[in-house]
């Protein structure tokens, strides 16, 4: 079985729930998931810890980097080149929007969500390429959600 990201397909006796990130049992669930490195930008540790926890953990990331602040978020988008990153538009030493331009030039692959409290930020994140726009305060669930899905860190074709 490969560990990452993607959501659990269950077989035939799925009678018992079974959470992300739970012990798996190979009679109650099948686990199809692409490992995906991943970028978290906040300066709080209580965001990126819940985001961990709600991700179950990071035994199925091939790569986790935490940025504390716009110089860290800037040379770790470049060393990583992340599949994902999540970025706070408020950061002790400027914005996460300088931070989404950056990694967007270095890695125009890596999928870009910004999480903040600040959503009149929403229209210049999403002119600015951002891929998705998350308010802490009521979406953690839907960002967790949008990580979780395979299909959001495909790499897009490339040619004729």
């Known amino acids: 079985m490969k560990f990452g990201f993607g959501r659990p397909r269950q077989e035939a006796s799925a009678d018992t729930p079974v959470r992300i990130g739970a012990p798996l049992s190979a009679h109650n669930l099948f686990v ?43 040379e770790k988008g470049r060393l990583l080149r992340p599949d994902a990153a999540v ?24 999928r870009v969500y910004m999480f903040t409290n600040q959503i009149e930020f929403r229209d210049k994140a999403r002119l600015a390429g951002a891929d998705g726009f998350f308010d802490k305060s009521l979406e953690f669930e839907a960002l967790v959600e949008r990580l979780l899905d395979p299909d959001a860190h495909a790499c897009p074709r490339v040619g004729p």
Not at 41 to 56: K, N
Not at 90 to 104: T, V
């Open 32 to 74: 199809e998931r692409a490992a995906v490195k991943l970028l978290i930008v906040d300066d709080s540790s209580a965001v990126y810890g819940r985001l961990l926890e709600m991700l179950g953990g990071v035994e199925h990331l091939t790569a986790l980097s935490i940025a504390r602040s716009l110089r860290e978020a800037v």
């Open 87 to 110: 970025l706070d538009v408020h950061l002790p030493d400027g914005s996460g929007l300088e931070a989404l331009s950056s990694i967007k030039k270095d890695s125009p692959h890596t």
